[in-house]
């Protein structure tokens, strides 16, 4: 089976605007959640997504959204990009967001520079 | 609030020396715990986790980690190192049911000496 994928690799940015990024969880697996990593430090939870739900949210300011589709697919948008955004990516999914002794299975991340 | 810290951003041992990874953690319920292995350009990958029961976890590669509530301790051990273990490791904590959100620690960047 086919892990987490997410799309693109890399995308170079400029300040002030707008940028997708796409994940594609597991077969089966129904929760995405979305962490951001900056060089030399560990991952930040951003948004978790179960069933197309919210069901949780970091601290980040309104300008990053998210959304997961009926196929469980999720997008994280940002807005009004800032330098400071520039960092990896990550999408994890699990099976059943609901339960504590799931596993999160990473994708390879996408790299976002902003310049 | 929940938190891990890990003792150690850069940690160097000789090829088939012990390895020993730091990590503490703070939590106000019980937590489940994880350990992550990243390697370069790559996303994270579990080594291991502690839920409940056992309190010494076996892990891929031959690591293990072991949940010592007195010390708030999850401190990871392989007794021979590789140069394949070469990589950024990552200690990370949840809350038990009902919430995935992962809090991870800052990580330790593993060198192995030929």
């Known amino acids: 089976d086919a892990g987490v994928t997410q799309s693109p690799t890399h995308l170079i940015k400029t300040r002030g605007q707008h940028v997708t990024l796409r994940c594609s969880p597991i077969s089966g697996h129904k929760s995405v959640s979305w962490y951001q990593q900056v060089l030399g430090q560990g991952p930040q939870f951003i948004f978790q997504y179960y069933e197309k739900e919210e069901r949780g949210r970091g601290n980040f300011p309104d300008r990053f959204s998210a959304r997961q589709f009926p196929n469980y697919s999720s997008e994280l948008n940002v807005n009004a990009l800032l330098l400071g955004d520039s960092a990896l990516y990550l999408c994890?999914?699990?099976?059943?967001?609901?339960?504590?002794?799931?596993?999160?299975?990473f994708g390879p991340g996408t790299r976002l520079t902003v310049l | 609030a929940q938190s891990v810290t890990q003792l150690g951003s850069h940690v160097s041992v000789s090829e088939g020396a012990l390895v020993l990874l730091r990590c503490n953690y703070s939590?106000?319920?019980?937590?489940?715990l994880f350990w992550y292995v990243q390697y370069p350009n790559q996303g994270l990958q579990l080594l291991l986790k502690?839920?409940?029961?056992?309190?010494l976890v076996k892990g891929i590669n031959g690591f293990e980690a072991e949940f010592k509530k007195s010390e708030t301790s999850f401190h990871l051990t392989k007794p021979s190192a590789h140069m394949s273990d070469a990589a950024e490791y990552f200690c990370a904590v949840s809350k038990n049911f009902g919430n995935e959100k992962l809090t991870f620690g800052t990580g330790t960047r593993l060198t192995i000496i030929p």
């Open positions: 502690y839920t409940t029961g056992a309190t």
């Open positions: 994890a999914s699990s099976p059943d967001g609901g339960a504590g002794t799931d596993t999160q299975y």
């Open positions: 939590s106000s319920v019980p937590p489940y």
